[in-house]
């Protein structure tokens, strides 16, 4: 069946570490051990910010309270945790190469700060003709649901889309629905799988 829509993962995928720039180095800047600032970004209280159940402002807010830090530094704080990834251009290039008939969406875990990343950071949202932000429609990766409202929007079946994630259990959760999952290692990697992909399903 013909390929009609991929969706993306924004955070690892689409955005991804800065060599040397990372969560180790931009905790020892603000003050806070590696391990309990990804202790935040693996907890509950970020399972709350992806729902939209909180604010990223509120997210961050409480990380620095409890590093004993001051609220004041958090645009500082938000600045630099930007700072520690960049644009994967060579994925992006490679999204513009596709044919016209493909359309694409992001379908991410993410806060409500993710569209103001995508529209006036990275200037890149007019790439895609959707985008599903667990934090708006208050679902998560890997549950069904959210697979099922991110196909729903472009009204295809499960196996004329492509889905792209860094974790393997959300790529496991697309492919439950029906959907050709692809694990993100590496940039040459998934655009060899994605080719492959859309050569067996022109």
Do not use: C
Not at 1 to 23: A, E, Q
Not at 110 to 129: M, V
Request: aromatic share 10%; no cysteine.
């Amino acid at each position: 069946m013909t390929i009609k829509t991929i969706y993306w993962d924004f955070s690892g995928v689409l955005f991804i570490p800065v060599p040397g720039m990372g969560y180790e180095e931009r905790s020892k800047e603000m003050g806070i051990s590696h391990e309990k600032l990804h202790s935040f970004f693996e907890g509950d209280m970020n399972r709350r910010v992806d729902l939209g159940e909180i604010t990223h402002e509120e997210f961050y807010s409480h990380i620095l309270k409890e590093s004993n830090l001051s609220d004041s530094l958090l645009p500082v704080f938000m600045q630099n945790l930007l700072k520690a990834f960049e644009l994967n251009t060579a994925l992006i290039n490679f999204i513009h190469s596709l044919p016209a008939t493909i359309q694409h969406a992001v379908l991410s875990n993410y806060s409500d700060r993710l569209r103001f990343i995508l529209e006036e950071h990275l200037h890149i949202a007019d790439i895609f003709a959707d985008l599903i932000i667990s934090s708006e429609v208050q679902m998560l990766k890997p549950d069904e649901e959210i697979y099922q409202t991110a196909l729903a929007r472009f009204h295809i079946a499960p196996s004329e889309s492509i889905f792209v994630d860094d974790r393997i259990e959300n790529v496991e959760g697309a492919k439950r629905v029906g959907m050709h999952g692809i694990l993100f290692n590496d940039t040459q990697q998934v655009i060899n799988d994605v080719n492959q992909l859309l050569t067996v399903n022109p």
